[in-house]
């Protein structure tokens, strides 16, 4: 039984703009998977650890995705696994997920930015952005492309942990000038893997 959780994060070769919008996840192309997997012996790639597969490694992310009890990542639902799903023989539906820009929006009535999120309750900003990452992939510079994914997964990863220890996470509001809660329930979702979706995608 797998018993070991990954947290995930894409970068594209391309934006929207340059595939005719925002239906055409199929025509992005991967330039790095960055995933964290948890602790647990049976992972299949090493446990503990942060990984950044470059396109062609591709399947060896989807390895650790099959063994994987849940799937955690920031707006996975409606981009990362719909860009992944070309990649993959089996259908990412299947996967039990979180999607914390999803669960976050919820519970504020609007979509929040990771960046925002993480500054406010973690204290630590994102890297860079998805533009800088597409202009780095232009430009040949995977190892940036690959340290900035990595930060984004640290970050998620950072902000499910904060969440799961605290029962909220933090954001700066413009409107109330200062910091606002959003409860989330992950704590709870623990011990109830029935509680992560299975991914509504597309």
């Given at each position: 039984m797998a018993s070991y959780?990954?947290?995930f994060d894409i970068e594209t070769k391309k934006s929207f703009d340059e595939v005719g919008g925002k239906s055409n996840?199929?025509?992005l192309g991967i330039s790095v998977v960055g995933?964290?997997?948890?602790?647990?012996?049976?992972?299949?790639?090493?446990t503990g650890k942060y990984y950044a597969f470059e396109e062609h490694e591709i399947p060896q992310f989807e390895k650790m995705l099959q063994g994987a009890r849940r799937v955690v990542g920031f707006n996975i639902h409606h981009f990362d696994i719909p860009v992944l799903q070309p990649y993959i023989g089996w259908s990412l539906k299947n996967l039990k997920t979180l999607?914390?820009?999803?669960?976050?929006?919820k519970g504020a009535g609007f979509r929040i930015s990771l960046d925002n999120l993480s500054e406010t309750s973690l204290g630590t900003r994102k890297s860079?952005?998805?533009?800088?990452a597409l202009r780095w992939y232009k430009e040949g510079k995977i190892d940036d492309i690959k340290q900035y994914c990595l930060k984004d997964v640290e970050l998620t990863k950072a902000l499910w942990e904060y969440g799961k220890k605290n029962g909220h996470v933090l954001f700066y509001s413009r409107n109330s000038s200062g910091r606002v809660a959003i409860?989330?329930?992950?704590g709870k979702m623990e011990s109830n893997l029935d509680a992560y979706s299975q991914t509504s995608l597309f």
């Amino acid at each position: 039984m797998a018993s070991y959780d990954v947290v995930f994060d894409i970068e594209t070769k391309k934006s929207f703009d340059e595939v005719g919008g925002k239906s055409n996840f199929d025509k992005l192309g991967i330039s790095v998977v960055g995933a964290h997997v948890s602790e647990d012996p049976s992972t299949p790639l090493g446990t503990g650890k942060y990984y950044a597969f470059e396109e062609h490694e591709i399947p060896q992310f989807e390895k650790m995705l099959q063994g994987a009890r849940r799937v955690v990542g920031f707006n996975i639902h409606h981009f990362d696994i719909p860009v992944l799903q070309p990649y993959i023989g089996w259908s990412l539906k299947n996967l039990k997920t979180l999607d914390l820009m999803e669960d976050v929006e919820k519970g504020a009535g609007f979509r929040i930015s990771l960046d925002n999120l993480s500054e406010t309750s973690l204290g630590t900003r994102k890297s860079g952005d998805g533009m800088q990452a597409l202009r780095w992939y232009k430009e040949g510079k995977i190892d940036d492309i690959k340290q900035y994914c990595l930060k984004d997964v640290e970050l998620t990863k950072a902000l499910w942990e904060y969440g799961k220890k605290n029962g909220h996470v933090l954001f700066y509001s413009r409107n109330s000038s200062g910091r606002v809660a959003i409860p989330v329930s992950w704590g709870k979702m623990e011990s109830n893997l029935d509680a992560y979706s299975q991914t509504s995608l597309f």
